[in-house]
Antibody, heavy 119, light 103 residues
């Protein structure tokens, strides 16, 4: 059974770069016509899609975050990564990695990792 | 970017009652691309409905998705205690969510 696990720092200072990884286990990230993405959720708030990537590495960042966000995929290591530059307190959130289908819905999710930005 | 607006923000109901959640899109959405999720505190979202009306694996029959164009609905026919949660619609971006709480 496919599982996703996020990892990364729990605390950052303002202006730093957030780097998160998502390891896919129980199967290959290359199998099927899936995309892989990141979604975040600020404390007590709703879900925000950040970026998606396909298995060939074609990336689709959220337009409003395009200048700060980067997503990558390493199919040899079954790993997905997210980078978010120049973080501020508003980037404090629970960050999820998830598998997305061709018709845009996310059918498999990691448990999420809480990232706090604070000085 | 499609903007999804969910209503109401909060729905206060009793177990056994019917819940009707609305999701309105700022522009026409193909039904193939509309999904609904359930999220409970401390958990990741769980896919309930995709393609506007297809139940995901494990979704009970009391959950029904419907709609087309710009107006979509999630109906829970008889609320069970485990159904009290936050529900999100999604078509690319996510709606802001509807909280179904115990009255």
């Amino acid at each position: 059974q496919l599982q996703l696990q996020e990892s990364g720092p729990g605390l950052l200072r303002p202006s730093e770069t957030l780097s998160l990884s998502c390891t896919v286990s129980g199967g290959s990230i290359r199998t099927g016509n899936y995309y892989w993405g990141w979604v975040r959720q600020p404390p007590g708030k709703g879900l925000e899609w950040l970026a998606t990537i396909d298995r060939t590495g074609r990336a689709y960042p959220k337009p409003s975050l395009q200048s700060r966000v980067a997503i990558s995929i390493d199919t040899s290591r079954n790993k997905l990564s997210l980078s978010l530059r120049s973080v501020t307190a508003t980037d404090t959130a629970l960050y999820f990695c998830a598998r997305r289908t061709e018709t845009w819905y996310f059918d498999l999710w990691g448990r999420g990792i809480l990232v706090t930005v604070s000085s | 970017e499609i903007v999804l607006t969910q209503s109401p923000g909060t729905l206060s109901l009793s177990p056994g009652e019917r819940a009707t959640l609305s999701c309105r899109a700022s522009q026409r959405v193909s039904s193939n691309y509309l999904a609904w999720y359930q999220q409970k505190p401390g958990q990741a979202p769980r896919l309930l409905i995709y393609g506007a009306s297809t139940r995901a694996a494990g979704t009970p029959g009391r959950f029904t998705g419907s709609g087309s164009g710009t107006d979509f609905t999630l109906t829970i026919t008889r609320l069970e205690p485990e159904d009290f949660a936050v529900y999100y619609c999604q078509a690319g971006s996510f709606g802001q969510g509807t909280k179904v709480e115990i009255k």
